[in-house]
């Protein structure tokens, strides 16, 4: 056996052992890199070490620090509360806002399954009291979250972004953001005409004062019990073991579920009186990281942190536990993947898969069926895992005079990688099925996973066809 095959085995290998156990599969990846790098490939420890993405390890760092802080002074709940107000009574616009409030959580920096965490228990409270379809509901929030999960100063983005830029392919944030917001948004509007939303136009709930603040559990008069998140619990499904995306929520989950103040209750010490100035300085803050970064290109990682030191400093012990609150186990799954991918660059793995699947078939073929794998480990497995090992694997095609763009291929591969995530084996797809009322569960599992099978079938040809072949 070829040092190359036995590397991509050991690779499918942590795949497997990170979806069936609950092992961090960025742990398996650093002790992979180190067995590979050294008894295969004959590296030394100090040239498997240079392979750490210290840039991604700063961005990963800094952009959820500063989300743990905007979640942790009550930043966040005042955005929802003002936006689900925003209503009004207007029983068909709800769905889109719980949509629109998940883009916009994702887009500023939050892990996806931290914002399905955060706005499936409002969603799905308010599909149980105005009879919306909780399936709509449900599919709206994930996709809500993942349109905005490519943005420029999100994490899929700025993984994906590092990725692109150190593999010399040519770089295209925007339009990779876009591809993934339309699709999305797309999917989203086919489900709303599909899944009864046509009957809620009509509509109206009562509404009570829009003045004031809003009372615990209510939105006016619109009186809903979110349920409590169990994230941190093990879950039906394959994705709640290996995923660190799930391991990474357990501090976030605790400021919106077990007795803690949902994102619309009274959010009580996190957001004492007279805190609204500080509110409107992390807004700032999140607003001056998009400027700065991508007007005045300065380094995400760096900036983001520095933001959060400084709004830190303002309330210095209402932030003492933001750096506990950094999804670490997000940060070593990326971490190890990444220096992974290292060990597999340096011994030639990555030349050798490309060149073998370009041989095997047409460039357009070869880059159908990386999408079709991202679609299909990414529907069990951790979709940042998928992007970090996947993307490295098509840049010899990519490189070359194959008529497959490099920019369409990364937003084809972005989406279908990502799209997936509405199965009830995601994490995503978990946190709806445990916070939908008054249905039969197993009823509701059964569409989820039909829906995430349509998904996972056809996304990868749909976005195959738009993005590379046209």
Not at 210 to 225: D, E, H, K, L, N
């Amino acid at each position: 056996m070829t040092p190359e095959l036995m590397s991509i085995y050991a690779l499918a290998a942590m795949f497997v052992v990170a979806t069936v156990l609950p092992i961090n599969m960025g742990v398996l990846a650093f002790v992979g890199a180190y067995l590979v790098g050294t008894l295969v490939a004959g590296m030394s420890t100090k040239d498997i070490i240079g392979g750490f993405p210290a840039g991604l390890f700063l961005t990963l760092v800094g952009i959820t620090y500063l989300f743990a802080i905007a979640q942790n002074n009550g930043t966040i709940n005042w955005l929802v509360g003002l936006s689900v107000r925003a209503v009004r009574g207007r029983v068909a616009a709800i769905p889109w806002i719980m949509f629109g409030i998940a883009a916009v959580l994702t887009s500023i920096g939050a892990v996806s399954p931290a914002a399905v965490a955060i706005i499936a228990p409002i969603a799905l409270g308010f599909a149980a009291r105005y009879a919306i379809s909780p399936l709509l509901m449900g599919l709206m929030v994930v996709h809500g979250a993942q349109a905005g999960g490519f943005s420029p100063i999100s994490i899929y983005g700025g993984i994906t972004n590092r990725i692109v830029s150190a593999a010399g392919l040519p770089l295209d944030a925007v339009t990779t953001f876009l591809a993934s917001f339309f699709v999305n948004f797309a999917v989203a509007g086919l489900l709303f005409l599909v899944l009864g939303g046509r009957t809620l136009l009509s509509r109206r709930a009562e509404t009570g004062s829009a003045a004031g603040a809003i009372p615990a559990g209510s939105v006016g008069a619109m009186r809903f019990t979110p349920r409590n998140v169990a994230i941190s619990t093990p879950q039906a499904g394959a994705q709640s073991y290996g995923d660190a995306e799930a391991e990474s929520l357990k501090e976030e989950i605790k400021l919106t579920a077990g007795g803690t103040p949902t994102v619309m209750e009274a959010p009580g010490d996190a957001e004492p009186a007279g805190s609204r100035p500080y509110q409107i300085a992390t807004l700032a803050g999140l607003v001056g990281l998009a400027v700065l970064t991508l007007a005045f290109n300065l380094d995400i990682g760096f900036v983001a942190i520095t933001i959060g030191l400084a709004l830190s400093l303002m309330a210095p012990n209402r932030q003492k536990r933001a750096v506990g609150q950094v999804t670490w186990p997000e940060v070593v799954l990326i971490t190890g993947v990444s220096t992974y991918v290292g060990v597999l660059q340096t011994m030639g793995t990555i030349d050798y898969v490309g060149h073998s699947v370009a041989g095997l078939t047409s460039p357009l073929m070869a880059a159908l069926l990386l999408c079709f794998i991202g679609a299909v480990v990414s529907a069990f497995a951790s979709s940042t895992a998928v992007l970090g090992s996947l993307i490295p694997l098509a840049v010899p095609f990519l490189q070359g005079d194959s008529g497959v763009g490099a920019i369409g291929f990364i937003a084809a591969m972005a989406v279908s990688s990502t799209i997936v995530d509405v199965s009830p084996f995601s994490t995503n797809g978990a946190l709806v099925l445990a916070n939908a009322q008054g249905i039969d569960r197993d009823a509701f599992f059964r569409q989820l996973m039909l829906y995430g099978a349509l998904v996972t079938l056809i996304a990868p040809v749909l976005v195959w066809l738009i993005f590379v072949v046209a």
